[in-house]
């Protein structure tokens, strides 16, 4: 098969080539997949740097969230029968997305959506059980909260949009750029603020009702500090990741003074501390996208084909230039690039 593999770690994605590889090798446990789309991460441009948390012995493949198609089931399955047969449509996150082919076990396993295309599943598995688990379990999300969500057209952030809407809250999104507040308003926010505006804050507060503030901050971005500013009493503010680079410092009186809830949501950490909820995330997830108030989240402005295209979109990712989730499609032998 042809893949991106890693036999040392790279300046950045310009690196990266496309290779003959041998197929891999799934483990018992695991599903042997044919992949037709992969999404990019941030964590993926880190990983082939060395500097990320998780870096697998060399060599290694890269890429992590995926869709595609079963070709094999796994040897000593842990459910009989397997829960997905040979031909199967699935999404996930695994190991080695970047290639033709992809191993991976159950639980790192789920059904494409009905109706549902390859290209948007393979940009759900880490973004909406995020954004479902912050809002909804941490948070306690429920109509009529005012709900303000940073970074609102990225990946987390439009999954969150689109969760707040569907719980029947009021969303303000921020975002730093015409399009990318425009795409916000195209996913459900009834109002957009520029956050390169450095009275933005200001600008949060007036639009809720009296000015009181927002009930809860989701923030994958690291702005705890300023969104004290413009949360309501017994408001919630989630932290979720720290896109700005820096691991910010809070004064903690305003959290005080304001009786905030600094909530943290590690959706990765689930399947080691809290396995029974994951089922019960993607349940709720599965009845947004059944009621069709959550939809797919790629980005559309610029089309990324064929695994040589991977380091362009992950060059696209890293330069803040895009919105959503940025996904390549992987055609197969007899599939057409255009």
């Known amino acids: 098969m042809r893949g991106i593999q890693i036999t040392q770690y790279v300046k950045g994605p310009k690196e990266l080539q496309v290779t003959e590889l041998p197929d891999p090798t799934p483990r018992p446990d695991q599903y042997l997949i044919e992949v037709h789309a992969a999404a990019t991460n941030f964590f993926d441009i880190l990983q082939i740097q060395g500097k990320y948390q998780y870096q697998p012995p060399f060599p290694w493949v890269s890429g992590a969230e995926f869709s595609g198609i079963v070709l094999a089931t796994p040897s000593t399955p842990t459910t009989s029968p397997p829960k997905f047969p040979v031909g199967s449509r699935v999404f996930g996150a695994s190991q080695g997305a970047y290639a033709a082919r992809v191993s991976a076990a159950e639980h790192e396993l789920l059904p494409v959506p009905a109706g549902w295309s390859f290209t948007d599943a393979a940009g759900l598995f880490v973004t909406a059980p995020t954004s479902y688990g912050a809002l909804v379990l941490r948070a306690g ?139 019960v995330v993607w349940q709720g997830i599965a009845r947004l996208i059944e009621q069709g108030t959550f939809r797919g989240t790629v980005f559309t402005d610029k089309e990324f084909v064929g695994l040589e295209k991977i380091p362009d979109a992950l060059l696209a990712l890293g330069g803040r230039e895009t919105w959503g989730k940025v996904v390549v499609k992987i055609p197969q032998s007899g599939e057409s690039k255009l």
């Open 141 to 279: 999300i429920k109509a009529g909260d005012w709900v303000l969500v940073h970074a609102a057209a990225g990946g987390v952030g439009l999954a969150a949009v689109q969760v707040a809407k569907a719980f029947g809250a009021t969303v303000i999104a921020t975002a730093g750029s015409p399009r990318k507040l425009e795409v916000a308003r195209q996913y459900g926010a009834d109002f957009v603020v520029d956050y390169r505006d450095a009275g933005w804050p200001d600008q949060v507060k007036k639009l809720t009702p009296k000015g009181r503030g927002v009930d809860i901050v989701y923030d994958p971005v690291g702005v705890v500090d300023k969104s004290t500013k413009c949360v309501a009493w017994n408001g919630r503010i989630l932290v979720v990741g720290f896109a700005a680079g820096q691991i910010e410092k809070v004064a903690m009186n305003k959290v005080l003074l304001k009786n905030i809830s600094l909530v943290g949501i590690h959706w990765g950490a689930y399947a080691r501390f809290e396995k029974e909820t994951i089922p």
